[in-house]
């Protein structure tokens, strides 16, 4: 930069001189700072993704889990459901000796009473022998539900089975497998397997 100045008359002055000014970069516009923003967002990406594809795989793991349990009730079966598990399903999580054997206990109860549209969480985690909060907890863990929605759930799954083998009406089908309001049985079904009852049956 070139710089004169004038006299008190206002006249310019033939004194000229050159003005350098340099005008340092703050950090966070230098090359350095530039690849610190690049590694940081990286590795935050990084730490987004793979927590997204553990809870996945979490989740798939208690589905497949569920899915081997309900399979178990639906075929009546009170063979070790580890050894099931191993043979049909060798991806699954092996559950501790604890777990394995609150399961057994809580599959044990919802197929004596499945019919029993009186159920609660209380009854259940009374014939489990555990709380009510370590009920929940121990299955929501387990299979990714709560006790009541795997009771539920096990309900359709009857229901299903006796839709296919039987010509039992729908509403006496909804009682027996504990629903004590054919509507909500209805809607149940549906959400569960995206046809109702009738539709499910008539497609048979």
Excluded at 35 to 54: D, E
Excluded at 111 to 135: C, F, P, Q, Y
């Amino acid at each position: 930069m070139t710089i004169r100045s004038t006299d008190s008359n206002g006249v310019w002055c033939n004194n000229e001189h050159t003005l350098t000014i340099i005008v340092k970069p703050t950090f966070w516009e230098t090359p350095w700072a530039i690849l610190l923003i690049i590694l940081v967002t990286a590795a935050i990406v990084s730490i987004v993704l793979y927590t997204l594809l553990y809870i996945r795989r979490i989740k798939r793991q208690q589905h497949e889990t569920m899915e081997a349990y309900l399979a178990l009730l639906s075929e009546g079966k009170k063979t070790e459901v580890e050894s099931e598990k191993n043979e049909t399903s060798p991806s699954l999580p092996i559950t501790s000796p604890e777990d394995e054997e609150l399961m057994q206990r809580m599959m044990a109860f919802i197929e004596k009473n499945i019919g029993d549209s009186s159920i609660t969480i209380d009854d259940m985690a009374s014939a489990v022998a555990v709380s009510r909060s370590g009920l929940h907890r121990k299955v929501k863990h387990l299979v990714g539900t709560s006790p009541m929605e795997f009771l539920r759930e096990a309900r359709i799954r009857k229901a299903i089975q006796m839709l296919t083998e039987s010509s039992k009406p729908v509403s006496e089908i909804a009682y027996l497998c504990g629903f004590s309001d054919p509507k909500y049985f209805s809607k149940c079904f549906k959400a569960s397997t995206g046809q109702t009852p009738t539709e499910y049956k008539n497609a048979l």
